[in-house]
């Protein structure tokens, strides 16, 4: 009877193990195969905010039902930091041959997992015109409301001369964002990600700016 229990509790373990390496091999292959799929929805969703990240939505709809064209073209920005090459995908925005802003596509880490976003920027690089959040996995009902309109429009006409800050409460200065309530973390680390990328990117995006 306990040989009998024992080649039972050893049997059904080995078939959950498999079972396990199977349905983890499926999940690995699925995402594999997704995987281009899922970047091609990212660079198009990118190239249609991009009117929005640098007017504004009322002002990129205006355009659109003039059909006043919006030239982007994309480019790589390298960024010497400690040693290594770190590259952005930068979107350059013109309308009637004129520079009317930038967007770069950047990343860092969140609360619960990488938080990827959109920031635009002025032609030099001196007012954030918009953020856009194109993923995230951030605590549902808390950290992932980065997302909502009202929390990201905070953002728009900050100035780049000074860093951000996420603060809980009411913001006060210049430089202050109202924080979620209870998602500190994640509101600290947009402001985080838009630091990093105004420090990063201001001078490149001003010298290709001057160079037109």
Do not use: H
């Not at 995402?31 to 249609?48: F, M, R, W």
Request: with cysteine; charged share 25%; proline share 3%.
């Amino acid at each position: 009877m306990t040989e009998n229990v024992k080649t039972n509790f050893f049997s059904q373990a080995w078939l959950v193990l498999l079972l396990a390496i199977c349905f983890g091999a499926m999940l690995a292959g699925m995402q594999i195969a997704l995987g281009p799929t899922i970047e091609a929805n990212k660079v198009n969703e990118t190239l249609e905010r991009v009117p929005e990240m640098v007017f504004g939505a009322d002002r990129a709809r205006e355009l659109a039902d003039r059909e006043q064209a919006v030239d982007v073209t994309p480019l790589t920005v390298g960024v010497d930091k400690a040693g290594k090459t770190v590259r952005y995908s930068v979107f350059e925005a013109k309308t009637d041959g004129q520079l009317a802003g930038w967007v770069t596509k950047t990343a860092g880490q969140g609360y619960a997992d990488k938080i990827e976003m959109l920031i635009g920027f002025d032609p030099q690089v001196e007012k954030i015109t918009g953020i856009f959040v194109l993923d995230q996995k951030e605590t549902p009902g808390l950290g992932n409301k980065i997302v909502t309109d009202e929390w990201r429009s905070q953002f728009v006409a900050k100035s780049t001369g000074q860093s951000l800050a996420a603060v809980k409460g009411k913001a006060k200065a210049g430089n202050e964002i109202d924080a979620i309530t209870g998602a500190t973390i994640s509101s600290k680390a947009v402001t985080d990600i838009i630091n990093t990328a105004v420090v990063d990117l201001r001078e490149p995006l001003i010298t290709k700016a001057k160079g037109m």
